[in-house]
């Protein structure tokens, strides 16, 4: 039995968002410097992560009202990001707009990262 290759459905995923999609970024503040005591003390550094994205809406059947609301939207980033996104962060869209994280799901059923897939909301 051959094992499935996630490194080429990884490679395809990525073919596809960058024909298919726009350049964004995540945007990540992190603070350097400052005391283990008084870590405010320190320099908010902002970096941005450039990353290939589409976005769609959800379906009507995922929206509950609570977890997902009807102005979620759903963020599909490239597989090689370089860092791995979490809630702390903000996605920048390719219009500039400036969007929370609400949720990260990794599609990585191996070691391989085939796919992002953020919950964002404005």
Do not use: C
């Amino acid at each position: 039995m051959t094992a499935f290759d996630y490194a080429k459905a990884a490679r395809t995923s990525e073919r596809l968002l960058r024909k298919f999609g726009a350049t964004g970024a995540i945007r990540r503040t992190t603070t350097e410097g400052g005391s283990s005591f008084d870590p405010e003390s320190g320099t908010e550094v902002v970096t941005d992560h450039p990353a290939i994205m589409v976005i769609t809406a959800y379906s009507s059947r995922d929206i509950d009202g609570t977890r997902i609301l009807a102005t979620d939207q759903k963020a599909l980033l490239e597989p090689a990001l370089g860092i791995e996104p979490t809630t702390s962060d903000l996605l920048v869209t390719a219009d500039g707009s400036t969007l929370t994280i609400v949720n990260v799901d990794v599609l990585r059923p191996s070691t391989t990262t085939v796919l992002w897939k953020l919950q964002v909301r404005r």
